[in-house]
């Protein structure tokens, strides 16, 4: 998908001639949905849309939909059973969506470029489904993740079962030069079939490039990816975005607010930052104020009352995107931390999604990072080591004294 525009007619009244397949798309709120409505709009185009219907699974957010705006010309949810890790739901994904994006394409002159994302792998899944009947559509497959390895390094397994679909992968795959997968796992297949046959590969950073292209046993394969990698992190929204909405959220005077956005994982919690704050003098944690929007609040609840910190922390659930924008310029220090992979993969290949929402701001930011990660290489305003506390408490004395 490129921003070249290559006719004179307006892009208000231009009709798609980009398709764009991602498994959520606003209005369902997710990191994926986000990224891939800023993708859209970072590239100018008018394009359709095809996603999945995922009521139930995802809650709705109707500002999502300003992001991309009336660049998106059609969306069709399609109306297949949700699931992030089963073959049979991508496979029914890419079997009823194909007949969506065909009988768009019939329509008015075709389509010229298709855009993927996964998360989840679904998207490239239908993508390859339609390059293969249009493989003159030039194809840009993004991945926001490793799909086949998780952040612990295991392998992530779903058995692909359908044999008439795989073996139509597996010829175009053959025919491109290269060898499909050797195993029968979904994510293995989804990863190969677009590194086999998309035009442009994108990668939010080089060190998930370098760890994927590593991990894909046929050589030349790998040579393929990394000639048609393009690095681009994810994008970040004009600053007009940051004052669309009005949160009426009050902020206590006289103190320095810190506020974390985002949820919980095993591997991504928010304990250096609280033990840091529990291990401040009282003279400086009464000058600072961290609040947290998230959505299982319970283990943080908990954590927070086994270390006393009820008075200088404040639990919310999450907010909507713009509102999450808008906060987070009224904030004085904003906190992101690296998922913790532990030595368990090479390298650690995840840029987290809220760094380029944190970087329009204009708020500083504090990232607590592994060593080499992606995070780690960016212009944070304060840096302190994942899981190191007493790191930690130097830099909220700092922001306490600021």
Same mark, same amino acid.
């Given at each position: 998908?490129?921003?070249?525009?290559?006719?004179?007619?307006?892009?208000?009244?231009? =009709?798609?001639?980009?398709?764009?397949?991602?498994?959520?798309?606003?209005?369902?709120?997710?990191?994926?949905?986000?990224?891939? @409505?800023?993708?859209?709009?970072?590239?100018?185009? =008018?394009?359709?849309?095809?996603?999945?219907?995922?009521?139930?699974?995802?809650?709705?957010?109707?500002? #999502?939909?300003?992001?991309?705006?009336?660049l998106v010309r059609r969306r069709s949810e399609v109306a297949s059973?949700?699931?992030?890790?089963?073959?049979?739901?991508?496979?029914?994904?890419?079997?009823?969506?194909?007949?969506?994006?065909?009988?768009?394409?019939?329509?008015?002159?075709?389509?010229?470029?298709?855009?993927?994302?996964?998360?989840?792998?679904a998207s490239h899944v239908l993508a390859a489904r339609f390059v293969?009947?249009?493989?003159?559509?030039?194809?840009?497959?993004?991945?926001?993740? =490793?799909?086949? &390895?998780?952040?612990?390094?295991?392998?992530?397994?779903?058995?692909? %079962?359908?044999?008439?679909?795989?073996?139509?992968?597996?010829?175009?795959?053959?025919?491109?030069?290269?060898?499909?997968?050797?195993? $029968? *796992?979904?994510?293995?297949?989804?990863? &190969?079939? @677009?590194?086999? +046959?998309?035009?442009?590969?994108?990668?939010? *950073?080089?060190?998930?490039?370098?760890?994927?292209?590593?991990?894909?046993?046929?050589?030349?394969?790998?040579?393929?990816?990394?000639?048609?990698?393009?690095?681009?992190?994810?994008?970040?929204?004009?600053?007009?975005?940051?004052?669309?909405?009005?949160?009426?959220?009050? +902020?206590?005077? %006289?103190?320095?607010?810190?506020?974390?956005?985002? *949820?919980?994982? @095993?591997?991504?919690?928010?304990?250096?930052?609280?033990? $840091?704050?529990?291990?401040?003098?009282? &003279? +400086?944690?009464?000058?600072?104020?961290?609040?947290?929007?998230?959505?299982?609040?319970?283990?943080?609840?908990?954590?927070?009352?086994?270390?006393? #910190?009820?008075?200088?922390?404040?639990?919310?659930?999450?907010?909507?995107?713009?509102?999450?924008?808008?906060?987070?310029?009224?904030?004085?220090?904003?906190?992101?931390n690296d998922a913790v992979t532990s030595g368990q993969l090479a390298? *650690? =290949?995840?840029?987290?999604?809220?760094?380029?929402?944190?970087?329009?701001?204009?708020?500083?930011?504090? %990232?607590?990072?592994?060593?080499?990660?992606?995070?780690?290489?960016?212009?944070?305003?304060?840096?302190?080591?994942?899981?190191?506390?007493?790191?930690?408490?130097?830099? +909220?004395?700092?922001?306490?004294?600021?």
């Amino acid at each position: 998908m490129s921003t070249t525009q290559e006719t004179d007619v307006p892009v208000a009244h231009a =009709p798609a001639r980009d398709l764009v397949v991602s498994y959520c798309f606003p209005p369902y709120a997710d990191t994926s949905s986000i990224v891939a @409505a800023k993708r859209v709009r970072e590239r100018g185009r =008018p394009v359709d849309v095809l996603s999945n219907a995922m009521a139930g699974f995802r809650p709705t957010d109707p500002t #999502l939909e300003q992001i991309a705006g009336d660049l998106v010309r059609r969306r069709s949810e399609v109306a297949s059973p949700t699931h992030f890790a089963s073959w049979s739901s991508m496979s029914r994904f890419s079997a009823l969506g194909i007949q969506q994006a065909l009988a768009w394409d019939r329509e008015g002159d075709g389509y010229e470029r298709l855009y993927s994302r996964a998360q989840f792998a679904a998207s490239h899944v239908l993508a390859a489904r339609f390059v293969i009947v249009r493989p003159e559509v030039r194809w840009t497959a993004e991945f926001s993740d =490793p799909l086949s &390895h998780a952040v612990d390094g295991s392998v992530r397994r779903s058995t692909a %079962g359908d044999g008439a679909l795989l073996r139509r992968f597996g010829e175009r795959i053959r025919a491109a030069g290269f060898e499909p997968p050797a195993t $029968g *796992n979904s994510f293995d297949w989804a990863e &190969h079939v @677009a590194y086999a +046959l998309a035009d442009e590969i994108l990668f939010t *950073n080089e060190r998930q490039l370098e760890l994927m292209a590593a991990a894909i046993p046929d050589r030349a394969l790998a040579a393929r990816v990394l000639r048609t990698a393009v690095v681009s992190p994810h994008p970040t929204l004009p600053p007009s975005f940051y004052s669309i909405a009005t949160p009426g959220y009050e +902020l206590e005077p %006289g103190v320095r607010h810190l506020a974390y956005f985002g *949820n919980f994982y @095993a591997s991504r919690d928010l304990d250096t930052v609280l033990d $840091g704050l529990g291990a401040l003098p009282l &003279h +400086l944690r009464d000058r600072l104020r961290l609040h947290t929007f998230a959505g299982d609040r319970a283990a943080l609840h908990a954590r927070i009352e086994a270390g006393g #910190l009820g008075p200088w922390v404040r639990t919310h659930p999450f907010v909507g995107y713009l509102e999450f924008l808008a906060l987070s310029r009224a904030m004085d220090v904003l906190v992101v931390n690296d998922a913790v992979t532990s030595g368990q993969l090479a390298v *650690n =290949p995840y840029l987290p999604s809220k760094w380029s929402d944190y970087r329009g701001s204009g708020t500083p930011v504090w %990232g607590l990072v592994e060593a080499g990660s992606p995070l780690s290489g960016q212009p944070l305003d304060h840096r302190s080591p994942v899981g190191h506390t007493t790191a930690a408490a130097q830099v +909220l004395a700092r922001i306490a004294c600021a």
